[in-house]
């Protein structure tokens, strides 16, 4: 999967094709996240994947680290130095990384401490 999903508006405002945002809500950022109904989804499908931010957050009690390099997103160590696993990348990454059997992408909602880096 090349990162054929992120998409342009006629404007030129980059944003996820895959899972995109209520444009609607991008024209008041009052009333979302980047467009999206959920300040993790905004982080996560917004800012990782289109942004290309390196993202940080936690789940049942662990920390989880994805490091954005040119050519792919890697699951890293907490100072991004070690590389544990490589995905494509960052949609690669949210619809195939697996937390105890849950795909990221379902469990979007229930993750802690969210922060792009």
Known sequence: MAKDYIKYTQEGYPYNGMYPPDFNKLVNPN?????YESYN?????????????????SYCDRYFYFKVCKDY?????????????????AMDAILNFEIEGNKLIDII?????VEPV
């Open 109 to 113: 909602d229930k993750l802690k401490n």
């Open 41 to 57: 989804r905004g982080v996560l499908l917004y800012d990782f994947a289109v942004q290309n931010y390196d993202l940080q957050f």
């Open 73 to 89: 997103v890697a699951l890293s160590d907490d100072t991004f130095t070690k590389e544990l696993v490589k995905f494509e990348n």
């Open 31 to 35: 009333k979302g996240y980047e467009g």
